[in-house]
């Protein structure tokens, strides 16, 4: 084989490894969220994949002329490939996948570990194929290995940066499978003819693999580069719309009433408002995550004249409020486009009354968006009478709700926390609203109204140090977010 030849099939083979795990972020996504135990999972399984494939591929390459398994060992790469989609759609619709630690690896090992092993066993055999002399060893070896990776390189640049952007992640796994399989046959007519039975079913499987994927229905109305976003229509009334943001229902839109408020943690952000800026004729609010932009067309129709401007990352999460629930930006409701971590820096001191923060990744704040970095920009941006409030999800203990209240605490003079009794009895996890202000928080208004929505306040100091006791301040610097709740999980 030509030398340049066995370096393009060794590293496009790489490439379509990574190309692969760039792509499970996407298609676990909406089965089990996308947090850092996830990305665990895929990395780990498929470093596992790969050095597996490659101690196998090498050992049956002593065995067997590598003529006769190149070609078939690529075709079944590229058929693995395209089956990650219909395994990880099948797998993932299963009611007992609950996005647990346990239900992830899962997940991942029947999606991706088949494809990474079979593709990572054809370097060994490339290597095979190319040692003619012993005196050349160390040069074969080490350049195909160099190639290698800068395949694996290339592919994880690509896919990140254009592929993921430029087309659904089905596609591409189809895409790069059917290339696969063309390039086994190619190869197997070449080095081992009489092989050509077995690529013809290979083929013939693909285009049946393909075909049952079509079948699947995709879980994304539009698959960006961050969220598999789902839009769901209310049955029981025309107006309302729930958006699905990978695993997690984010928001509820009524596109008739903004004052309409299904959610409850969006019903305690009213709540504060309404405590705290009890005579406000308009507020100015910056917002931390656009979801449905629910908070912000509330503040507006209930409190005429409130500007808003949203920090959010996805320009696709604009697109559909525009398109599917009922949008209208302006002068009243802008949208920033961009990381809120870097986005909140440009904004001005003391140009805010309300900061609210209501971003997720899955069913974790971004870590970032936690720190005490953070909260002292966010502090900045506020009025000394202004007030920070966000929703953060938590199971018992409530390690990541303790742990922030004690952040908050080293920024503002008072805090509380609104939360269903279940949940801060621990008797499960769900939604808690913290809030934070120098201004004192008014209890009995917050007391009253909550009341009304079955939410417990818990404030006042020796409350909330009961509550914080032994907690770290969370720092960019150590803020293991996605830990606390996989731990508390189980």
């Not at 054809?122 to 195909?144: C, F």
């Not at 506020?382 to 018992?396: E, T, W």
């Not at 609203?433 to 100091?461: C, F, K, N």
Request: net charge negative; hydrophobic share 45%.
């Amino acid at each position: 084989m030509p030398d340049l030849v066995a370096a393009a099939l060794v590293f496009f083979c790489s490439a379509c490894v990574l190309v692969l795990e760039i792509l499970a972020g996407r298609l676990l996504a909406p089965y089990v969220g996308i947090s850092l135990e996830t990305y665990t999972s895929i990395i780990g399984t498929v470093l596992a994949g790969i050095a597996a494939g490659t101690w196998i591929g090498g050992k049956l390459a002593d065995r067997v002329d590598p003529r006769r398994l190149l070609g078939p060992t690529i075709a079944l790469g590229g058929l693995l490939a395209m089956f990650t989609v219909p395994v990880v759609r099948s797998i993932g619709n299963d009611s007992s996948i609950d996005g647990s630690r346990i239900a992830t690896i899962g997940l991942t090992v029947a999606g991706f570990f088949l494809p990474a092993f079979v593709l990572s066993a054809v370097h060994p055999m490339v290597v095979k194929l190319q040692l003619h002399d012993l005196a050349r060893t160390g040069r074969v070896v080490g350049r195909l290995s160099g190639v290698s990776t800068a395949g694996a390189l290339v592919g994880t640049f690509v896919t990140g940066f254009l592929l993921v952007s430029a087309a659904p992640s089905s596609t591409i796994a189809y895409g790069i499978g059917a290339v696969l399989i063309a390039i086994g046959a190619v190869f197997t007519l070449w080095l081992a003819r009489r092989d050509s039975a077995l690529v013809l079913a290979v083929v013939v499987l693909g285009g049946a693999g393909v075909t049952i994927a079509a079948k699947a229905p995709s879980p994304c109305d539009v698959e960006s580069a961050y969220y598999c976003i789902h839009v769901e229509r209310d049955l029981t009334n025309p107006n309302g719309r729930t958006l699905w943001l990978d695993d997690l229902r984010h928001s509820y839109v009524d596109l008739a009433d903004p004052t309409d408020l299904q959610f409850t943690y969006v019903k305690s952000f009213a709540d504060v408002v309404a405590a705290q800026f009890p005579d406000h004729p308009a507020i100015d609010a910056l917002h931390i995550g656009g979801g449905g932009f629910t908070l912000p067309r509330y503040l507006r129709a209930e409190y005429p004249g409130s500007k808003s401007t949203v920090l959010e990352i996805d320009p696709e999460v604009l697109k559909v409020g525009r398109e599917e629930l009922g949008l209208r930006t302006g002068p009243h409701l802008q949208v920033k486009i961009g990381d809120a971590r870097t986005g909140i820096r440009g904004r001005p001191d003391d140009s805010a009354d309300l900061v609210v923060s209501d971003a997720f990744g899955s069913l974790s704040v971004p870590w970032h968006l936690a720190t005490t970095e953070f909260i002292g920009d966010v502090k900045r941006v506020l009025r000394p009478d202004g007030v920070y409030v966000l929703n953060i999800i938590d199971y018992p203990p409530l390690r990541f709700a303790r742990a922030e209240l004690r952040t908050l605490q080293e920024h503002f003079a008072h805090v509380a926390v609104l939360a269903p009794s279940y949940v801060l009895d621990g008797g499960d996890g769900g939604n808690l609203v913290l809030v934070a202000s120098d201004r004192p928080i008014d209890e009995a208004t917050l007391r009253s109204r909550s009341a009304v929505t079955g939410v417990q306040v818990v404030d006042g100091e020796t409350a909330i140090r009961r509550l914080v006791d032994g907690m770290p301040v969370i720092t960019d610097d150590h803020a293991p977010v996605d830990q606390w709740l996989s731990r508390d999980r189980g």
